[in-house]
C-alpha cells in the first residue's frame, strides 16, 4: 500500500509539475507524459507475491503502447486491460491476437485492442529471450498503431529494448522457419525457440538444445526422451521454462553401456516459471550417454520447455520423443 501512495505521489507531482510549465497543455499531451507511468501502476494490480515485479514491469511495457491522444481518452481499467493483453501475447504462441476490451475491467470509455507477438530472437548481448509485438488500439474516433521489442529477465519481467540489440530467430512475419528451429519427430507442434547466442569463450561445454511443447498438466506430468545422435559424454542438463509454470519430477540417463543414472537435481523440483530453468549438478559419469528420459508437469498451464544437454565434446544433435 506504501509503495502504491509513493507511485501515485509521483505521478500527481509528474501532471502538476507538466501543468505548470506549459499552460496551454491539453488532455492528449497529459496522456503521452503519463502513458508509461500509469501502464506500471496498472501492473500492480494484476500481479501479487513473487509475481508482483513481473505484473509491474509488463505494466509498464504495456504503458509505452499508449500515444498522448488515445492516452488522453483512456482510464487506469483500460490500461489494465492492455497489461493483460500484452501479458498473454509475449508468454503465448507467436501470431496469436489477444484482444482487450476496458469493460471487462470496468471501463467505460469504449477502448479496445488487439497485441499480437510477431517475431522472437535473444538480446545478442545477455542472452535473454525476446519478442516483437504489435499493438492497435481503437477508440471511437480514432486508432492507434504501435510496434515494440520487449526481452525478459530470469525473474519473468519484461523491459523494453531496441531492435538492434536482437538477433533474430524462429517464426518470422510471414509464417517461415529459421534455421536453427528443431521440429521433434514425430510430433510437429510449435516451432521452437531460438538457441541463445554461445556462452563466452571461457565456458568449455558444448550445448544442443530441443523444444518440447504444451506440456501436460495431469498429475504425475509425462515423460519426455531425447535421443542423442550420437554418444557424448554429458557435462550438465538443462529444462527452461519458456512459458507458463513447470515441476520436474524425475530424469534419468542412460549410458552407452546401458546403465541408469538417476539426475538426484530433477526429483521433484519446485516449480519454476517462463525464463526460469532448473538445472542439474555436473554428473561425472565417466561413460558416454545415448538417452535423457525427463518426466515434467505443467503447472497452470500447458507450457513449453527447452531441454539442453551440455556436453564438452562438441555440440550434440537431439531428437525427442514423447510416452
Request: aromatic fraction near 6%.
Amino acid at each position: 500500500m506504501k509503495k502504491r501512495m509513493i507511485v501515485g505521489a509521483l505521478l500527481v507531482t509528474t501532471i502538476a509539475q507538466t501543468a505548470s510549465v506549459a499552460h496551454a497543455v491539453n488532455k492528449e499531451d497529459i496522456g503521452g507524459v503519463i502513458g508509461g507511468l500509469i501502464g506500471g501502476l496498472a501492473g500492480t494490480q494484476i500481479g501479487k507475491g513473487n509475481g508482483n515485479t513481473a505484473a509491474i514491469i509488463i505494466g509498464a511495457v504495456a504503458g509505452s503502447m499508449i500515444g498522448s491522444k488515445v492516452g488522453a481518452n483512456m482510464d487506469e481499467n483500460d490500461r489494465r486491460a492492455v497489461a493483460e493483453a500484452q501479458r498473454r501475447a509475449l508468454e503465448g504462441r507467436l501470431n496469436n491476437n489477444c484482444d482487450w476490451d476496458g469493460r471487462s475491467y470496468g471501463s467505460r470509455t469504449g477502448a479496445r485492442g488487439r497485441v499480437t507477438s510477431t517475431r522472437e530472437g535473444y538480446n545478442q548481448y545477455t542472452g535473454e529471450y525476446c519478442r516483437e509485438y504489435r499493438s492497435t488500439i481503437y477508440l471511437s474516433d480514432r486508432t492507434e498503431d504501435t510496434r515494440g521489442i520487449a526481452c525478459t529477465r530470469r525473474d519473468g519481467s519484461w523491459y523494453e529494448t531496441q531492435e538492434t540489440n536482437i538477433r533474430w530467430g524462429g517464426r518470422d512475419n510471414g509464417g517461415g522457419y529459421g534455421g536453427n528451429d528443431v521440429r521433434p519427430a514425430p510430433y510437429n507442434p510449435a516451432p521452437t525457440r531460438p538457441v541463445p547466442p554461445p556462452p563466452a569463450p571461457v565456458q568449455q561445454n558444448r550445448e544442443g538444445s530441443v523444444q518440447v511443447s504444451s506440456i501436460s498438466r495431469r498429475s504425475g506430468g509425462e515423460w519426455v526422451r531425447v535421443t542423442l545422435a550420437r554418444p557424448v559424454s554429458v557435462d550438465q542438463l538443462e529444462v527452461r521454462a519458456l512459458s507458463a509454470g513447470v515441476k520436474v519430477h524425475a530424469a534419468t540417463v542412460y549410458t552407452e553401456t546401458g546403465r541408469q543414472v538417476n539426475v538426484r537435481e530433477f526429483d521433484e523440483t519446485p516449480t519454476f516459471y517462463a525464463g526460469d530453468k532448473a538445472v542439474s549438478e555436473r554428473l561425472n559419469l565417466r561413460e558416454r550417454v545415448t538417452t535423457v528420459d525427463i518426466n515434467a508437469e505443467g503447472m497452470g498451464g500447458n507450457p513449453d520447455i527447452l531441454i539442453t544437454v551440455l556436453s564438452n565434446e562438441g555440440r550434440p544433435s537431439l531428437s525427442v520423443s514423447r510416452y
